[in-house]
């Protein structure tokens, strides 16, 4: 996506996730079918052929799973009497859409991390991995993009990112952190280094007055992993003070206030895609190859979770998912009868002596095979939403009056959430 219109991509991704929403704009556990078959015979049938065994290993890989599966969807499109078989399947290419990355995303950092062992001791290994990553392209001195201007660090938490910038840019940080124990933690390791990085303790949503003043023209913000709302609000406030340097990498799309996503740009404003907090997980949502036993609890967890949900829907008479709340994992050492006897007690339901909950446990079992092929298939698109969204924050910048730039800090083993949106104020 190196040097492209970002909104001819942005209205591509928007007509190939409209075009195809059934496949993915649904919640698997609530289906006791493929609720798409009939119009794409060939996918559900490829689907089905799929070993249980594999399906884990395809969705841990969007390129293995676009090429187990895109085959069955071009066909069903091609024979379909969709007028538009022709667009739609060109833009089919989009499910494998990647963002650049830049050279020193592609370079090791492990002299650096010799070299601040003893300052980086207290972090775990692959945050700060990420860390380095991202400070490394904030960094003018890496960046010749980038001018050196004070540091402002959004929901910086103990401030480990503005840190490593006061250290390596030399220039003042102010890290703005809601919870007073972690601004108390941050302010102890920057006097302990004798860095420019001050706290402010201040809820980021909380409207700001003239004395909380935070945002400057003159002024670089940065956010690595700041989740839904706190980093839209970050670009809104930015954009409102003519920021003249913003690099946020966005994370948990759905951790939004309002019950469905609120589009930025123009484009996305236009567009007739209506996302709830549930289509927003999708981005999120990429198998993890987990140890045998790990997978097993995770098994278990869903069919009886399914399981149960088939005996809710029979006691109450209403074909319809009721959520249970999370479980602990020593509750899966019980019996299947015993963690419906707790759900029921969580959801206020009464259960009759009579139950054959071996019943019940098979139709988990058999959903739970259904809700994996549901829930593979929706996966084809996390990618495109994700871009999506990200372009809506791409579109919107510019419109604010910033060169946009899109690409990778980091690869995708240290971090799914690897996108690094970087915008510069042009001269007016």
Partial sequence: MAAIDYQHTFKSLDSLLEALKPLWQLVAFECDHLPWQHAFPCLAQTVWQLNDVELDNIDADQDKLVQTLLPSLILDIE???????????????????????????????????????????????????????????????????????????????????????AKQQQVQVTSLEWQASL??????????WQLPQRFICADAFAPLTSKDKVFFPQQHAIALHACGDLHVRLIKLATEANTQAISISPCCYHLIQHSYYQPLSTQAKASKLKLAKHDLQLPLQQSVIASSKQQALRLQEVAWRLGFDSLQRSIRGINAYLPVPTIKQSQLSGSFAGFCAWAAEQKGLTLNNDIDFDAFLQRGITRQRLTKRIDLVAHLFRRALECWLLLDRVCFLQQQGYRVLLSEFCPNSVTPRNALIQAIKTAT
Wanted: glycine share 6%; charged share 15%.
């Fill in 183 to 192: 601004c108390e933690q941050g302010r102890a390791f920057a006097t302990q």
């Fill in 79 to 165: 024979q379909s009497d969709n007028p538009n078989a022709d667009k739609l399947i060109a833009l089919l290419s989009l499910l494998v859409i990647t963002l650049p990355t830049s050279r020193c995303t592609a370079e090791s950092h492990g002299q650096e991390q010799t070299d601040l062992a003893h300052f980086s001791a207290h972090i775990k290994g692959r945050k700060w991995q990420q860390i380095t990553a991202f400070a490394e392209h904030v960094n003018p001195q890496q960046q010749p993009h980038l001018t050196p201007l004070p540091i402002l660090e959004w929901c910086a938490g103990k401030g480990h990112l503005g840190r490593l910038v």
